[in-house]
């Protein structure tokens, strides 16, 4: 008796607690409505099979409770219901696989033209490159890396020339534009993570990694690090700020160029972006 | 199926594997410390893991400090705090899962559920303790060496494992290593015990379609254990020398705080793929054990045979086999080519299919049973509620697009936490609640059990389910403190600190347990030989506690499945494995 009252009461404090919680996730601020789309629909599968199993466990709990005289039912195998069974869930799990696929081919496939931004992580901060005026991004290698080259832009790539490095943790991205992100880490692992912009992928040194997304809000956005990269993991913050066009075509022409870079910084003390 | 004619030869074919001789203990030393018993065995291993599981327990009240009152306890700082997390999350998932269901439950139960007199090499099978017992000092000796243990997480991920950001980058990951690599060797010896008693030791009669899901479980386990770790033993050895030697297995160049250093040429990635061809069968090296358990403790406490046996076994087989092949599902957003995506997803919500049929199976016995809530039932009705709630969350993070946003949040630490954290360790005390008799010959006390599950189950679920819905906010895990994060409202606060009372309450409600354990060893009821009235063989030895050799002079004969339970026509509501046949029985 209790006992069964108790597990109607699991399933109906979860539904309560999904429905009345304040706890959703962020406003979207990027294209990837299509993500939150399947996550919708695995909800509702996902809630229709807790809310159908334990119910019925519940309702088994009660009216089979061991009660005098009672004697259990002899049934080894039901191989037509064990098959129907298996097919109602290969259905379920396909309605979840198909869509989830669609999507993920969408999301490993940056449109044609998207223009190409690096985001770079070392412990615990984050840099970032824009391609110049060629909307070319120059080669790179971590051994070329020293105080006056923090990114290891290869100074003998002119197409690195007039890449814009922003060193300050702060990124502007056009409104409505498609951004192929190009990830590259220095030292560890550390991972691209806007909440708002769904999309998230590792950084992993001694290769490039890619995530893509168009910003859909003006906004101010957070820019976390989402794969554990050491003591200051939860410091590794930057900023993403969606602009409109001409606020950032101004904020573009206010960065500096590779090439500036290095002739401010000769003879100079700055130092290489850690701690 | 056939109609029995009452003849032992039409039910239990001839053994095939003859006697073998046992080992006698004449002094105190060998008979129970160095003990070649596998009963013995088993509670040195239970004992040991339930001790190192203490300690992560009281780790994970550390962390949950942090995270609900940051920065209250000066003592905490990132260093101890990370040096927490990692050390509760290896210890719990291998040190004492892993070890409490094979070490533990495997040496107690596969030698006495298939009739054998002890496991086939009892001096391996010792030595396998002690090796496990020496890996488990190693790990805890490493919070005792200078810089403390190793704060890279338990999936121990390199570059960063062995770099100076990280705490115990100097002698915490030797020893983390170390351990790992001594823990797999002791784990091997054991785990091929298992696998060959299974196979060569069973008592006449005892088909492998005869025996308890307990022993399918556990043997299946210990083969996949078997396959998956040697990629994690060559995970750590080529680590150690990453770190030792300076060899660059999984190490690029790479630049540490403005510092060339001298690694070229590996890849971070390739570690990632080792450890988890090992780290997702563990995932079920935990499970297929507790699979096994709770078919059985349902089964008993409903009076009803489990539901679809074959279909049981087939289940285990193939979630034993696709569980090898789905390990990238951790590494959807790691960088791999991201192709794989598609290759895995499919793979790893085809899991889902053999996975749901357990459940299904698990429920349907108890449709038309005849069910008592007794301890050990409780809580595998709670393993059950938990199980088919954080089975369901995987299907979340199985389904590669819809991990994207919720992988590295407190999304994933609810899900394995109610799936293979809270599901299993309910599985484990209902265990322990069902066989202690027969390990003890006294019942443990059934109201302080009923409170303990109460506490238990309801605790743990409210401390994780809520959880998942920090992570899918997007709080992310390994976050020693959030700061200033704008994305996160003030309310989450609330629920961090909820989550942490809970913890504490349902942490320290396990004294219940421990003093209902150890108060039973002398005041509780005399068990006689199977209070459960329960068919499979383990309740059919001669003497209570069993006595070494399990089975006195004569081992027993099995004519039946474990699971006659019910059986029309029969005098009793049950029928014991080696009873012999009734004329116009059915075989099975
Ligand atoms: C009531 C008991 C438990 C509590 C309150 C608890 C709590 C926690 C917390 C707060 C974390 C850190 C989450 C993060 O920020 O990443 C954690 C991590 C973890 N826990 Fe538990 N835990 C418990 C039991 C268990 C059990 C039984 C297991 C066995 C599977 C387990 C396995 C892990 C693992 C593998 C990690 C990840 C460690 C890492 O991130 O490196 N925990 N736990
Ligand atoms: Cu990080
Ligand atoms: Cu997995």
Known sequence: ?275 | MTDLTGRTEDAAPPAEVPEMELFHAHSFLTKYVFCQDAKVIAIQYAGTAIAIGLVALVLSWVIRIQLAFPGAVALIDAKVYYQAVTMHGMIMVVYMLTAIFLGGFGNYLIPLMVGARDMVFPFVNMLSYWVYLLATLVLAASYFAPGGPSGAGWTLYPPQSILTGTPGYDYGIVMMLASLILFIVGFTMGGLNYVVTVLQARTRGMTLMRMPLTVWGIFAAAVMALLAFPGLFVACVMLLLDRTLGTSFFMPAIVEFGEHKAYVGGSPILFQHLFWFFGHPEVYIVALPAFGIVSDLISVHARKNIFGYRMMVWAIIAIGVLSMVVWGHHMYVSGMDPLFGFFFAVTTLAIAVPTALKVYNWVITLWRADISFTTPMLFALGFLVTFVNGGLTGLYLGNVIVDVPLSATLFVVAHFHMVMGIAPVLVIFGAIYHWYPKITGRMMDETLGKVHFWITFLGAYAIFFPMHYLGVLGVPRRFYELGETAFVPDSAHLLNVSITVLALVVGFAQAIFFYNLFTSLKRGKPAGGNPWRAASLEWQTPETPPGHGNWGDEPPIVYRWAYAYSVPGAPEDYIPQNEPPIRGELSS
């Open chain 1, 1 to 275: 008796m209790l006992v069964a009252l108790v597990m109607v009461l699991v399933v109906a404090g979860s539904l309560a607690f999904h429905f009345l919680s304040p706890w959703r996730a962020t406003p979207i601020a990027s294209n990837w409505g299509f993500i939150d789309d399947t996550v919708a629909l695995t909800f509702w599968i996902t809630t229709a099979g807790f809310v159908a199993v334990v119910l019925f466990m519940a309702y088994c709990l009660y009216r089979f409770r061991h009660q005098p005289g009672r004697r259990a039912a002899y049934e080894p195998e039901n191989q037509k219901l064990e098959a129907w069974l298996a097919i109602v869930t290969t259905i379920g799990v396909v309605l979840l696989l198909a869509p989830g696929l669609l999507v993920w081919g969408q999301y490993i496939t940056a449109p044609e033209g998207a223009m190409e931004v690096e985001a770079v992580g070392v412990q615990w901060n984050w840099s970032f490159r824009l391609p110049g005026a060629d909307k070319k991004l120059g080669a790179s290698d971590v051994r070329l890396v020293d105080g006056a080259n923090p990114l290891g832009v290869s100074p003998s790539d002119p197409r690195g020339r007039d890449d814009l490095i922003v060193a300050d943790g702060e990124l502007h991205l056009p409104l409505g534009k498609p951004v192929k992100m190009l990830l590259r880490s220095l030292d560890v692992l550390h991972d691209f993570y806007v909440p708002q912009i769904r999309a998230k992928m590792d950084l992993v040194p001694g290769l490039v990694s890619y995530l893509w997304f168009t910003p859909t809000k003006i906004g101010q956005y957070e820019i976390l690090c989402a794969a554990y990269c050491g003591v200051g993991h939860p410091q590794m913050r930057g900023t993403l700020i969606v602009d409109e066009e001409a606020d950032y075509a101004r904020w573009l022409s206010a960065q500096q160029t590779f090439e500036q870079s290095r002739k401010s910084d000769k003879g100079g003390e700055k130092s290489a972006s850690n701690e």
